[in-house]
Every structure is written in structure tokens, then in C-alpha cells.
């Protein structure tokens, strides 16, 4: 069995590929691993371009779009490693960016899953949106990160290279054990998208595992490489997501306060959206809703376990907007 594969999942990504691929290959030790790409069904030149340029790397051609969740999910099952790492195809790796998440699984059994310090392509002196340097959530589902707050990238002075327990590990650049990552039921599926691997690292956290950034260990990552930020496809599949992800694996009487509270909050979002003129993204949030209460009926209710210590007690969006706090560091955490 190998040690560690690294699964790039790809659809219609060929020049990503040919862009970011061959940092990947140069960086990841064949004595420790393997890279794999995980074709979606893609009807570019993808598969072509790998068979030409990459023939060290180990193709999986699926006969569909599986999504992001699906495509992992059917990735991981095929292969045979101790520990995967989930790659997007948009990721640059720094020398050396491997070999530390896997000498800390080694030494820390109750450690499932790591991230890497994410920082941008474009500022590269600058942490990346999606994931920084670990991420959170405050009581209300709204993530962040060590040097991201909402929409605030930090620049990256060393202030977070401590190693740290997280709530969630980027989907950028995610190392997890694989049979943790099985036992806990892989990715969700029904999310197609978007918040899949918050929801994973809540599940695995409730099966007693911890979580971790190791920022000895770099990557860059271009970010929006499928979808821009404010794309309404996106929005709907990150509020949806968000949502059914509470419903999951709040306890229930949490659950109940939380709800009156997002309710509240998104119908302010709504409104919002409504006044800039951008109604595509207000339909978002109602359709994210509506989908929302028709697929909560799937998912049983957690009736008991601990409230985990890195849920923000507070609320992220009443710091940003009221307190005017725009970095991670000066959140006050009880």
C-alpha cells in the first residue's frame, strides 16, 4: 500500500493542469507517494494532455461529473494509500510541502486530518481565501480563518506559523487519513459543492478526532478557479450547504437558537443583495432555502456531544461590521 496519494480532482481543467501539475510532480517524493488526477468526465483535453506530458501521473477516468464531493469520494474508494491528500487543480506546492503532514499523522494517532498554510498565487506575500492559515466557524456557521475574516485577506508577516488546532482544514489542501476519511462517511455527496469539507471536519471532530494546520508546510493556491466569489451558483450552494450542515451536527437545542438567528441574518443578506440591484443573488439565498428544507428531511438529528472549542462563541458577522474587526487576531475567544 502506498504511503500517501495525492488526488487531484480535474474537470475541463486542462490548462490548470499544465499549469500547476508539474510543481505537484517535482514536490511529492515517490519514495513517500503518488499523484493521482481524478478525471470528472471531462471533454476537454485533459486525459490527453496527462497521457503526453505527465505519464508518471496515475489517471482515474470516471464515466460522469461526480462533483467535488462525488469525485473525492469515488476517488478515495479506488485507491489504496494510508493517508489522501485532496488537491485542487489550482494549487502550486512549495518544496518540502508534503513530508511534514505526513511525519505528523505518523507520530499523532488521534490527529485525522491536516491543511498546509494556503496563500495566494495572485499576492503571493498574502494568505489565500479559501482556508489561510486553518479555518473556524462562530456559533451561527460562518467560517473563517487565521488570516481571513470574511471577505479580509491578512498578509502573511509569520503571525500565524504556529501549528494549531482548526475547526476545519481547507479542501484546497486537505491530508487525512484515509480510513478515518471512510469510516465518517467520506464527503457528502448531496452537497455537490462548497462547504463539504467543513461539514466532514465537524463529523470527524465528533468521532474525537483532531484537527490541525501545519504551517511549515506551504502551498499557493489561485482560488475561483471554477466558480468567481460572488458567482449565484455558488452563493445557493453555499448557504444550502451551510445550512444543511447545522441541521447535521448541531445538538438540538443549539440548533434551535442558531436557526432563529440565521434566519434573521440571511433574510438581511437577502435584502441587501436586493438594494445593490444584484437579484440573482438574492434568488440565491431564497432558492438556498427552499432546497434547504426540502433536503433536511435525509439527514437524522444529533441529540447529544460536547460543544467544540474552536466554535466561535460570538458572532463573526456582529465583530466585522459593529466592531470593525478585520483580523483573526483580535477576535476574543472565551
Not at 479555518?135 to 488570516?147: A, K, L, S, T, V
Not at 448541531?250 to 438594494?275: H, N, P, Q, W
Request: aromatic share 12%; charged share 25%; glycine share 6%.
Amino acid at each position: 500500500m502506498e504511503r500517501v496519494a495525492v488526488i487531484i480532482l480535474n474537470w475541463n481543467g486542462e490548462k490548470l493542469l499544465r499549469e500547476y501539475l508539474p510543481s505537484v510532480v517535482r514536490h511529492t517524493p515517490v519514495e513517500i507517494g503518488k499523484v493521482v488526477v481524478a478525471d470528472n468526465h471531462s471533454d476537454d483535453n485533459s486525459v490527453e494532455l496527462l497521457k503526453r506530458d505527465f505519464p508518471s501521473v496515475e489517471v482515474l477516468r470516471f464515466d460522469k461529473n461526480y462533483g467535488f464531493a462525488g469525485g473525492y469520494n469515488q476517488a478515495i474508494t479506488q485507491i489504496e494509500a494510508e493517508y489522501v491528500v485532496l488537491l485542487n487543480s489550482d494549487v502550486e506546492v512549495a518544496p518540502g510541502w508534503l513530508q511534514p503532514l505526513v511525519e505528523t499523522l505518523d507520530k499523532h494517532p488521534d490527529v485525522a486530518a491536516l491543511q498546509p498554510k494556503i496563500k495566494s498565487l495572485v499576492k503571493r506575500d498574502y494568505f489565500e481565501y479559501a482556508g489561510a492559515s486553518g479555518g473556524y466557524i462562530d456559533r451561527y456557521g460562518f467560517p473563517f480563518c487565521r488570516g481571513r475574516i470574511l471577505e479580509v485577506t491578512e498578509r502573511d508577516t509569520g503571525q500565524y506559523d504556529n501549528e494549531a488546532s482548526v475547526f476545519w482544514c481547507s479542501g484546497a489542501a486537505l491530508c487525512v487519513r484515509r480510513q478515518v476519511f471512510l469510516d465518517c462517511g467520506g464527503l457528502d455527496e448531496r452537497f455537490f459543492a462548497h462547504m463539504e469539507e467543513i461539514d466532514l471536519c465537524w463529523r470527524m471532530q465528533n468521532a474525537g478526532y483532531i484537527l490541525k494546520v501545519l504551517p511549515r508546510s506551504v502551498v499557493y493556491h489561485l482560488g475561483g478557479g471554477t466558480l468567481p466569489m460572488n458567482h449565484p451558483r455558488k452563493l445557493f450552494l453555499n448557504y444550502r450547504n451551510n445550512l444543511l450542515m447545522l441541521h447535521k451536527n448541531l445538538i438540538e437545542s443549539e440548533y434551535k437558537k442558531v436557526m432563529r438567528v440565521r434566519r434573521g441574518l440571511d433574510t438581511l443578506a437577502c435584502l441587501i443583495f436586493l438594494l445593490k440591484g444584484q437579484i440573482a443573488n438574492a434568488r440565491s439565498v431564497c432558492e438556498a432555502y427552499r432546497s434547504f428544507r426540502k433536503m433536511k428531511k435525509y439527514y437524522s438529528r444529533r441529540t447529544d456531544g460536547n460543544k467544540l472549542p474552536e466554535i466561535y462563541s460570538g458572532s463573526l458577522l456582529y465583530a466585522y461590521f459593529f466592531r470593525k474587526i478585520r483580523t483573526f487576531a483580535k477576535l476574543e475567544w472565551k
